[in-house]
């Protein structure tokens, strides 16, 4: 028969409270006079405890697939839920609203409800993203942050537009913390939720980097949306109409500058190249589109395409000359057969 040496049993206590210890990264604690501890992450699962206010509890890690709102006295809180174990080993869920982390963590929340709405992955991308945003020094380092931010906006919205419905109306205010340089804008309940550059803040963003191409790139988003230098559907070149309808802007020079300042930033160099390139496609559809409607007479529409087959952009490749000297042709038919 083996006798067990007692001298070890010291060792094993002290692994195994290693093992189970909490850690700042992993601690909370109840910041409310009293929450539910639930068995699932939803108010009509069954409560399993009654959590008093001060006690601590451990984040498993694991978050509800939706966010609740609850009323509490007069306000109304949209909060996600956050599996979590008491110190008695009782695991269960939690609103995120009732917790706070240990570690005072200032964008706790946001990270648990990016987390919520886009996974673990898409919420790590965000959080490395931010973090690097305050280190850029290079234009080149800017592109990359520039492109990484755009891609990263993207696949959120259109996660956010295949969500099935959570029983409320979500509000997404919140989203104006994801990223550095962008706002969060309500267009509508059927448009949902919009995040857009805030071009004021990469302008001053790319003046400290290293090089003229991020700033030459930046000064032709401003003179694109120079009314308030927001990101919109409506660019320096389109009169807005009802139901989001727009008119074309051609006849007032705002076409011809473009392509020039377009030039001029190409000229810097071509790291920003494809974003130009598609910023070029924009305003040549303005003016062929076929169901195109102009807001300006047609004397100045004429008037700007003959400045612009004059100026010959260099950024416009033959084809493109050739199509606006036929589009001004066509327009002068049109209005001297009285059908424009």
Known sequence: ??????????????????????TPENQLFVYVDQASLRSEP??????LLS???????TDLGELGPSETQIAVGSEVFQTPWIKV???EHQAGWVLAWALRPANDKEDWLLEKRLACYFGKALAARRNSVVQNFSTLETEAQFAEMWRATVALRDTFLYLLSRRPESGFQPEFNWLNEAFPGYLFQKVGAEEGPMLVADFRVWHQKSLITKGLQDDAFLQTCLAVFQTD???SIYPVWKFPLPDAASASQLGLGYHLNLLLQIDRAMKSGS??????????EQIL???????QRYWQPQEKILAELEQIIMEQPKCLNAQEQEALVIRKKC???LLGMGLW
Do not use: V, Y
């Not at 939803?42 to 409560?47: D, H, Q, V």
């Not at 790291?271 to 070029?280: I, R």
């Open 51 to 57: 959590l008093r206010k001060g006690q601590t509890l």
């Open 42 to 47: 939803s108010e009509k699962s069954p409560e």
């Open 271 to 280: 790291l920003f190249a494809p974003e130009l390139e598609g910023l070029k």
């Open 331 to 333: 327009l002068k038919t």
């Open 285 to 291: 559809e303005d003016i062929f589109g076929k169901t």
């Open 1 to 22: 028969m083996q006798h067990f040496d007692w001298k070890i049993l010291p060792l094993l206590f002290l692994l195994f409270s290693c093992n189970n210890k909490q």
């Open 85 to 87: 174990q008491t110190g």
């Open 229 to 231: 230098s927001i990101e």
